[in-house]
């Protein structure tokens, strides 16, 4: 017999949406077969079997729709003559629930448990809430000067950090509530309860306060804050002429009429070569937000930001420099069709290297896109205009041009090589044949 539980989408998933029922109760399902639907943070996906058994759907299961913990059970499957357990209650479930995960490092594990002190009670200060050494000896030296002034036995009040998030946003005191997580740890959960109480009792008085957001909303906006308070952003502008790039665009459109390429596509097969002219640029943070990680010329991988009605994702055509164009286009293509219909698995959103964002269809010249953490930078295309240049001889000739914006982290790069980075994506959309050819 084997259980059918929520499984962990990310690490710092603590619930989500049980969507619905592939199967039904009494089918026959094959390891691999998808059985439920899931949404975490980010997107929906289709959770597969682990095991091979006749599904079994316990009666007080969740129902579509519900918002349930990690671990929670959901079925069983069951070989050839099992039968279901006579009750699987809440006690049942209960009994089973998976601790929360808590994502610490092995050094700072270690330290934790030499000087008796609790994860669950420390918030991580590393990338996506990573526990770090430093922050077990913070944690020791608050117990300490605790222990010091402690008049009572009262045990410490922990919450989660997406429950002080929350507390923060909805101007609620956590620390007067009582958890529903395990060993009265506080949840989100608990903070949006206790916010709509407390709306609820003074709704004489108080404004309505909009539309809550969605799950997939708040992890985007976690993400984007992240980067904010991890990165030091500065943006660079230039404006090319793209006079033969479009020209390019255009007789490609004409020859594979089938499957077009977007100028982002094109761009994506030049930056490989401005990467390998500009390796300072071929960095992402590590873990820890402690160094950076290298990235050679094979492992470069390219996210397409894309606008969906569920908010901004991003996939990511990985290994960039061994496709073809036509492959890149086909596999763009095929990332923001799944995005767009909330299909996107979240691997194909993991391990970029580089992103590039384009808000010229809107209308829009320069803009000061976010870097996609723990990425260093991104690129952001403008609108394609057709403008006076002066050329050398004083002529004056309508050309298109084009404005590039470069957010880069200041952080892990200085201003010098990035503007040689931007100068030379420019070069590279100025004229592609040209730039090919000194690149190699």
């Given at each position: 017999?084997?259980?059918?539980?929520?499984?962990?989408?990310?690490?710092?998933?603590?619930?989500?949406?049980?969507?619905?029922?592939?199967?039904?109760?009494?089918?026959?399902?094959?390891?691999?077969d998808a059985i439920f639907e899931l949404e975490g943070d980010k997107n929906v996906q289709e959770i597969e079997a682990v095991e091979a058994g006749s599904l079994h759907i316990p009666p007080n299961a969740p129902a579509a729709g519900t918002r349930v913990e990690v671990g929670t059970l959901l079925g069983y499957l069951l070989a050839a003559g099992e039968h279901p357990p006579e009750s699987s209650s809440a006690k049942e479930q209960s009994k089973a629930e998976e601790p929360p995960y808590i994502a610490a490092g092995p050094a700072a594990r270690r330290m934790a448990a030499e000087l008796g002190i609790e994860l669950g009670s420390i918030t991580g200060s590393g990338r996506s809430g990573l526990i770090t050494k430093d922050d077990v000896s913070a944690a020791a030296e608050n117990r300490i000067g605790e222990n010091a002034i402690a008049t009572s036995s009262i045990g410490k009040i922990v919450a989660t950090p997406r429950a002080r998030r929350a507390a923060s946003d909805l101007g609620v005191d956590w620390r007067s509530l009582k958890g529903s997580g395990r060993n009265g740890r506080i949840r989100e959960a608990d903070i949006l309860a206790a916010s709509q109480?407390?709306?609820?009792?003074?709704?004489?008085?108080?404004?309505?306060?909009?539309?809550?957001?969605?799950?997939?909303?708040?992890?985007?906006?976690?993400?984007?804050?992240?980067?904010?308070?991890?990165?030091?952003?500065?943006?660079?502008?230039?404006?090319?002429?793209?006079t033969e790039f479009v020209a390019l665009r255009e007789r490609l459109k004409a020859a594979t009429p089938q499957l077009p390429p977007a100028y982002t596509d094109i761009i994506g097969a030049l930056l490989p070569r401005v990467f390998k002219a500009h390796p300072a640029m071929a960095w992402i943070w590590d873990d820890t937000h402690q160094g950076l990680n290298q990235v050679t010329p094979d492992e470069i991988h390219i996210g397409i930001a894309v606008d969906t009605p569920e908010g901004l994702l991003v996939p990511v055509i990985k290994s960039i420099s061994s496709k073809t164009l036509?492959?890149?286009?086909?596999?763009?293509?095929?990332?923001?069709?799944?995005?767009?219909?909330?299909?996107l698995p979240g691997d194909a959103m993991r391990s970029g290297t580089f992103t590039i964002t384009n808000l010229g269809s809107f209308g829009i010249d320069g803009f000061t896109p976010v870097i996609n953490y723990p990425e260093i930078a991104i690129l952001?295309?403008?609108?394609?205009?057709?403008?006076?240049?002066?050329?050398?001889?004083?002529?004056?000739?309508?050309?298109?041009?084009?404005?590039?914006?470069?957010?880069?982290?200041?952080?892990?790069?200085?201003?010098?090589?990035?503007?040689?980075?931007?100068?030379?994506?420019?070069?590279?959309?100025?004229?592609?044949?040209a730039f090919c050819l000194n690149f190699g």
């Open positions: 017999m084997h259980e059918i539980r929520i499984p962990r989408l990310g690490w710092s998933m603590e619930e989500g949406t049980f969507v619905r029922w592939l199967k039904n109760e009494g089918d026959i399902v094959a390891r691999g109480a407390h709306g609820t009792s003074h709704q004489a008085a108080a404004k309505p306060l909009g539309q809550k957001l969605s799950p997939r909303r708040r992890a985007i906006a976690d993400r984007l804050r992240r980067s904010q308070e991890m990165t030091v952003p500065v943006t660079l502008h230039t404006t090319v002429d793209v036509p492959e890149i286009t086909a596999e763009s293509r095929h990332l923001i069709e799944m995005a767009r219909t909330g299909k952001g295309l403008g609108a394609i205009r057709r403008e006076p240049v002066f050329m050398k001889d004083d002529r004056v000739v309508a050309r298109l041009r084009m404005t590039l914006s470069l957010t880069f982290d200041h952080a892990a790069v200085d201003g010098a090589p990035a503007a040689a980075f931007l100068r030379d994506i420019g070069q590279a959309v100025s004229d592609p044949a």
